[in-house]
């Protein structure tokens, strides 16, 4: 079983928005670093995004100021929302607790017109 499923993605427009949902299968968002990761298709998968236990967020440059990571630890569910989307962030999207090696299968997100 894997620890978390990923969901939300889809198509949209460029600047358009989405928010992916990282919701805790066999294990839990609380307490934990949890991270967001996304592969565009003929790249290596790439860090997006880190939320630390007291709420501290980090970002890669491309996305600071359009994206932010958070945690509902009552729905054991981290998100990510998405904003002024562009067609370069067309990837799969996936999240998983720092320090892990286990993926999920990750969520489709296609920015185009």
């Known amino acids: 079983q894997v620890p978390f499923v990923e969901s939300g993605g889809g198509l949209v427009q460029p600047g358009g928005s989405l928010r992916l949902s990282c919701a805790g299968a066999g294990d839990s968002v609380s307490d934990e670093i949890m991270t967001w990761h996304r592969q565009a298709p003929a790249k290596a998968r790439e860090w997006v995004a880190t939320?630390?236990?007291?709420?501290?967020?980090f970002y890669t440059d491309s996305v600071k100021g359009r994206f932010t990571v958070s945690r509902d630890e009552a729905k054991n569910t981290m998100y990510l929302e998405m904003n002024s989307l562009q067609p370069e962030d067309t990837a799969g999207y996936y999240c998983k607790k720092h320090g892990t090696s286990t993926w999920g299968q990750g969520t489709q997100v296609t920015v185009s017109s």
């Open positions: 939320l630390f236990p007291g709420g501290a967020t």
